[in-house]
């Protein structure tokens, strides 16, 4: 069975810092990895995905996530937060090629960019 | 807009009631999810169709049924409701590229069990 851990429920920045929403899971098969944004009162939102291949992944929105084998972990960072980054941000496993194609989620960290 | 569309957005009922949700996943994808997301206990997977049929189960409780008709569209059913069962319930279809699936989720049905 898979597990995530999301080991921030909040983070406060200011507007123009840098930030790190950690994530780490354990499986014991080889796993998809996700992250999934949910602004206020709106549904979930695919931000960046790990499949295979690279292990840095890019959005469009400036996000970036590096698989970590080593350390089963998938951060989620941006270098610089924008007051419209406000959101919940969950990260989430599936196993790679598994009859189940079911997300696992983390409880969601709190991103809160402040002016 | 993620092409996933869920009905009603809100839903207020009393305890020991039953309610219907409802999703249509986009078009073209054969597969739906759903999950729930609760204070306490986060995003749960709850069972997911394909095609029809019933693919896999989750976390979900023998009082919630959930059915996909042929024209692919889901409707999940809660009965005997709980207070504990307050919540936001999200639907998801999916669409598989090579082996990868990548879900899309609806922008979910928020359900107040007073």
């Known amino acids: 069975a898979q597990s995530v851990t999301q080991l921030d429920s909040q983070v406060p920045v200011f507007e123009e810092a840098p930030v790190e929403l950690r994530c780490n899971y354990s499986?014991?098969?080889?796993?998809?990895l996700f992250w999934y944004v949910q602004y206020p009162n709106q549904g979930l939102q695919l931000l960046l995905k790990y499949l295979s291949g690279s292990t840095l992944v890019e959005s469009i929105n400036g996000f970036e996530a590096e698989f970590n084998k080593s350390q089963t972990s998938f951060h989620l960072r941006k270098p610089s937060v924008h007051i419209s980054d406000t959101a919940e941000y969950f990260c989430?496993?599936?196993?790679?090629?598994?009859?189940?194609?079911?997300?696992?989620f983390g409880k969601g960290t709190k991103l809160s960019v402040k002016p | 807009d993620s092409g996933v569309t869920q009905t009603p957005k809100h839903l207020i009922t009393a305890t020991g009631q039953r309610v219907t949700l409802r999703c249509s996943p986009r078009s073209g994808d054969l597969s739906v999810y759903w999950y729930q997301q609760s204070l306490d206990q986060g995003l749960q997977f709850l069972i997911q169709?394909?095609?029809?049929?019933?693919?896999a189960k989750g976390n979900i409780l023998e009082r919630f049924s959930a059915q996909q008709f042929p024209d692919l569209h889901s409707e999940l059913n809660l009965s005997s409701l709980e207070l504990g069962d307050s919540a936001l319930y999200f639907c998801?279809?999916?669409?598989?590229?090579?082996?990868?699936?990548?879900?899309?989720f609806g922008p979910g049905t928020r359900l107040l069990v007073l």
């Open positions: 989430a496993v599936s196993d790679v090629g598994g009859s189940q194609g079911n997300l696992i």
């Open positions: 998801a279809s999916s669409v598989t590229t090579g082996y990868v699936e990548t879900q899309y």
């Open positions: 169709y394909y095609n029809g049929e019933e693919r």
């Open positions: 499986s014991s098969v080889s796993v998809y």
